[in-house]
């Protein structure tokens, strides 16, 4: 393997569940991986990116197209095509579709220290189904989204 790459999103492996539709840049099991994820997020109105969470990692969010909310801290924010969010380690936070069309979000994440996501309660998340009741079970909160599944490309994604 070499030391750099070029990908294309369109010819990449897709997965789609209640939340939307998402793609990992870096899929494959590079060594970039184990440093920083970067991926696509295809998200319609009221569909959440992830559960409300904070980890110790430094993450940024770069909507490329649509509408969204940012919910951070507790407080909601709107967030509008060429918005960047930055979250620094440990800020709660979740980013749910907002506008008439998908959005598309790009998302950026350091992974290097180790460490994992918790998941505290979040009132304005939970109106999304994006919170979980206890901040230790994950896992089931997520399973309410249905199994992922691969799903082949669709222009939608990215138009």
């Known amino acids: ?24 840049l870096l899929q494959g099991g590079d060594d970039a991986a184990e440093e920083f994820a970067i991926n696509l997020n295809v998200l319609g109105r009221g569909q959440a990116m992830a559960l409300y969470h904070y980890e110790p990692h430094q993450e940024g969010f770069l909507v490329l197209r649509g509408e969204c909310e940012l919910i951070v801290e507790g407080e909601s924010h709107p967030l509008r095509q060429w918005d960047y969010v930055h979250t620094g380690r440990d800020v709660p936070h979740v980013i749910v579709g907002a506008g008439d069309a998908p959005a598309l979000v790009l998302a950026v994440g350091g992974r290097v220290g180790g460490g994992s996501a918790t998941y505290p309660p979040e009132p304005l998340a939970a109106r999304y189904r994006a919170s979980t009741s206890d901040s230790l079970d994950a896992r089931a909160a997520y399973a309410q989204f249905g199994e992922s599944a691969v799903v082949p490309f669709r222009e939608e994604f990215l138009a």
């Open 1 to 24: 393997m070499t030391d750099w790459q070029v990908r294309n999103a369109r010819d990449l492996e897709w997965t789609e569940n209640e939340m939307g539709a998402y793609c990992d």
